[in-house]
């Protein structure tokens, strides 16, 4: 079982030796590291802890967004930040939707910032990364977070498509048509932002009529040729329902 130190803190370097002196003048604790990430890390290894949660601190309003950006940074398998806030905060709604780095691939927490480099983090982790590259050599399918095979160019039309023809027009509590969700349903795991895309270009195309806006619903257009495989899933609605594209530069 991992062994995991729920209430932990850590400052900046520049920043470690006046908070940790300030702490032991006021409170006279007896610090058992300098209260860096690093310090941190190495005393975990030789304490046996696992995962350490860091719980940042704000002691004026002011602290809140630039102690919740460096804590979230930190970010990583072994560190889990919580946030930080303070009573006198104006906006705390949307520092709470302030959302920390994942890797695209399995998911885990990464830095904002690599820590050897100082550059921002890309997608996905180092693991995730070299799992990608032998996969692109081997000609294997990729495999998403989800579970799912990675769709090919076209593909999500095609499958969207094969739904709204193939199955009765929804028509529940007064609404008549297929929306996102309701395709979703026949493609389990797949991003509904996506669906909704395609569903835009299936009626752009003929291939499929809007029937209202309030929710957007549509129908399918008996006769019309199949679509021709120029769309996919999107990246920035794709990766808002958590389904991964690859977009990586």
């Known amino acids: ?14 920043v470690a030796p006046r908070a940790i002196g300030a702490l032991t003048d006021d409170a006279r604790p007896v610090p058992h590291y300098d209260g860096t990430p690093a310090g941190l890390l190495k005393l975990m290894d030789t304490s046996g802890v696992d995962v350490a949660v860091l719980q940042p601190v704000a002691t004026r309003a002011s602290q809140v967004v630039s ?49 050897t480099c100082n550059a921002k983090t890309t997608s996905y982790c180092g693991t995730c990364r070299a799992t990608r590259a032998t996969r692109r050599a081997s ?20 499958l969207v498509l094969d739904v709204i023809r ?16 309701r395709v979703g349903i026949y493609l389990p795991g797949r991003s509904t932002g996506a669906i909704s895309n395609v ?38 609605e794709a990766l808002r329902s958590g389904i991964e594209i690859d977009s990586e530069q």
């Open 67 to 115: 102690i919740n950006t460096f804590t979230a940074s930190q970010a990583s398998p072994r560190l889990v930040p919580f946030g930080a806030m303070h009573p006198e905060f104006e906006e705390p709604e949307a520092e709470i939707e302030v959302e920390v780095k994942v890797c695209r691939g399995c998911g885990d927490q990464m830095p904002l910032i690599c820590p």
């Open 1 to 14: 079982m991992p062994v995991v130190d729920v209430h932990t803190h850590v400052w900046p370097d520049d």
């Open 139 to 158: 000609g294997e399918p990729q495999i998403l977070s989800s579970g799912l095979r990675k769709l090919t160019r076209g593909e999500l039309e095609h």
């Open 199 to 236: 569903l835009d270009k299936l009626a752009a195309t003929g291939q499929a009529q809007l029937l209202g806006t309030d929710p957007k619903r549509y129908q399918p257009v008996p006769g019309h040729d199949e679509p021709d495989g120029e769309t996919d899933e999107q990246p920035g």
């Open 166 to 181: 193939t199955h009765a027009l929804p028509d529940h509590l007064g609404i008549t048509g297929w929306t996102p969700a």
